[in-house]
Nanobody
Framework: EVQFVESGGGVVQAGGSLRLSCAAS????????VGWFRQAPGKKRDGVSC????????YYADSVKGRFTISSANDDKTVFLLMNSLKPEDTADYYC??????????????????WGQGTQVTVYL
């Protein structure tokens, strides 16, 4: 059974930082790109970032480049998203996800194989 344990969401003032964690199990972690989507109220779900732990390639959406950093602890099958310089527009539910290993090079596909339950991030002025 595929499982994601997501943590690290919360409420933070603009300019602050949060670190999301996603501990994955139930699939071959090294054969997938693992990372995050987000969905703001009333908007569609968008890909944020992902990492291929076997070759280290990473993907970032343009909206988070330079502010967010993704990393992985392969032995623990855990992916981290360090979010710095947070803005109110970063407010969303953040979902851990896993899909095609080359997503880290080309970006997330429209349909993703595995989803987590989500963790909420709220950024206020």
């Amino acid at each position: 059974e595929v499982q994601f344990v997501e943590s690290g969401g919360g409420v933070v003032q603009a300019g602050g930082s949060l670190r999301l964690s996603c501990a994955a199990s139930g699939f071959p972690f090294d054969d997938y790109a693992v990372g995050w989507f987000r969905q703001a109220p009333g908007k569609k779900r968008d890909g944020v970032s992902c990492i291929n732990s076997s070759d280290g390639t990473v993907y970032y959406a343009d909206s988070v480049k330079g502010r967010f950093t993704i990393s992985s602890a392969n032995d623990d099958k855990t992916v981290f998203l360090l979010m710095n310089s947070l803005k109110p527009e970063d407010t969303a539910d953040y979902y851990c996800a896993a899909d095609w290993e080359r997503s880290s090079a080309y970006g997330w596909r429209k349909t993703v194989e595995y989803w987590g339950q989500g963790t909420q991030v709220t950024v206020y002025l």
